[in-house]
């Protein structure tokens, strides 16, 4: 039997029958180089706790251990990405194994300190040479029928959409027994990474390129200076409360604006700031996307990761004013939406590895969402899901702008920084200004200037 899996493994590498919709029988899949960094990062030192990602939420009501178990079980049969391992010998590719098994641990009340068993569960990391890149972990809190649930997974293997998906997927199999139902063939990582081969990168490429192409950006929202003497990484955050974020959006809608345009915008403001001149200045940082919105069919539904990192561009010149930049800055991600299926990888290369790389990101986490029929099902049980949160995960990169809306309808703004590069009391100070800024844009009226804008943080 291994004889035969190394066989198919050489055919599948070099580039013979590609994977399609319907194909059980392939183990494995090509992986291009492009898309490998978080998984090569990670295959050298998972002890960073970089790419590892965690969500929690409170579970409510009565919960049946074994049901639980078998319920993550049967997801991650159903699932092909939870049976998948990866492997860059003699070329990067994904090994499909038909069995693999859930990974669910539990914790008496008192046994475990939260905040120390979240740090601990990152820095344990995951083990992409092996299938499964998700764990569950549950935490008895002490009070009657409450319960925490973590999941952990790797970044380079699952994103934040497919948590929504695997979520819904674990309710109803719960709600079933344990069983998942039977259903249509969705498509899954074989299927994506067959319509990526797929895809003309000509349009991208230029689109990319040309773009990238003028001058050199301001790239980090701080000062650059020595190295702190300090490792790891640190948060540091601040909240919007439930009537600003309110009166952010009614200000936002009047002008046509979504409201990732304004963080991009405050964003912008403060790498600008930091360069530290009254010329006009070139800003670069990375947005997430989400990757779903593509032309395969059943993309919405795929467990995977397609959400990427695109580099937002702009140029950012004191003496305009803030509408215009704002306008532009939602009018760059109108024509990227095109190219959410790019990756940050390709677009280095094609702009040259000359070109200055990202050094910060603005990540806006979406909203979960139940599906409608669960929550009255899970209503009938007794059992309620408590407000979902996101630990975010570290990158290569020094600096993430972590978003996050509350069910309240607040909104935490999180700083992820290598404390290599960034102290916590600056990263603590950048949270602050983000906030300052997004709290002071609806009392303009798009003519002020953004020097005028910027001299609000002084």
């Known amino acids: 039997m291994a ?22 029988v392939r183990p ?25 990602e965690q969500v929690w939420w409170c579970w409510y ?27 860059h010998h003699p070329a990067p590719h994904l090994v499909c194994h038909p069995q693999a098994r859930a990974e669910v641990t539990r ?15 990152r820095l344990r990391g995951i083990d992409v040479t092996r299938p499964g890149p998700l764990r569950i972990t549950l935490v008895d809190t002490g009070e009657p029928n409450t319960t925490r649930v973590l999941l952990t997974f790797h970044h380079g293997l699952l994103d934040g959409g497919s948590v929504d998906l695997l979520q819904n997927e674990f309710t109803r199999a719960y709600l079933a027994d344990g069983s998942l139902p039977g259903g249509e063939r969705r498509p899954d990582i ?5 319509w990526l081969e ?21 790239v980090l929202p701080v000062p650059s200076g020595p190295r702190t003497r300090r490792h790891g990484h640190g948060r540091a955050g601040s909240r919007l409360a439930t009537a600003e974020v309110s009166r952010l959006r009614r200000w936002a809608a009047l002008r046509g604006l979504p409201d990732s345009s304004l963080l991009h915008a405050a964003w912008a403001l403060l790498l600008s700031r930091e360069a530290g001149t009254t010329e006009p200045v070139p800003v670069s940082f990375g947005i997430t996307v989400s990757g779903r919105g593509i032309a395969l069919d059943g993309a919405e539904r795929l467990v995977g990761p397609l959400r990427g990192c695109l580099p937002m561009t702009a140029l950012v010149d004191p003496a305009r004013p803030i509408g215009a930049l704002l306008a532009d800055l939602r009018d760059r991600a109108l024509d990227m939406a095109a190219y959410e299926w790019v990756c940050l990888g390709q677009i280095q290369e094609w702009t040259g590895r000359s070109a200055r790389p990202l050094e910060s990101l603005v990540s806006v986490e979406p909203t979960p969402r139940m599906l409608p029929d669960l929550q009255d099902e899970l209503d009938d049980a007794g059992i309620g899901y408590g407000r979902r949160r996101t630990g975010g995960a570290h990158s290569l990169l020094p600096v993430t702008l972590l978003v996050q809306d509350g069910a309240d309808g607040s909104r935490d703004l999180t700083v992820l920084h290598d404390r290599a590069r960034l102290s916590d009391t600056d990263a603590g100070l950048l949270a602050d200004r983000c906030a300052r800024l997004l709290c002071h844009l609806p009392a303009l009226d798009d003519t002020e200037t953004v020097a005028e804008v910027l001299a609000a943080l002084t």
């Open 3 to 24: 004889r035969s899996s190394r066989r198919r493994r050489v055919r599948i590498r070099t580039g013979r029958r590609p994977a399609v919709l319907g194909d059980i």
């Open 28 to 52: 494995a899949v090509q992986m291009p180089w492009q898309r490998c960094e978080a998984l090569l990062d990670s295959t050298m030192d998972r002890s960073t706790g970089r790419h590892v």
């Open 61 to 87: 009501g009565p919960l049946d251990m074994a049901r639980f178990v078998a319920a993550w079980q049967s997801v991650v049969q159903r699932e092909t990405i939870l049976r998948t391992s990866f492997s």
């Open 107 to 121: 914790h008496p009340a008192g046994t475990v300190d939260w905040d120390r068993l979240l740090e601990r569960d």
């Open 190 to 194: 074989r299927d994506w990474m067959c």
């Open 198 to 218: 797929r895809q003309d990168t000509t349009a991208a490429r230029d689109f990319f390129s040309r773009d990238l192409s003028a001058g050199t950006p301001a």
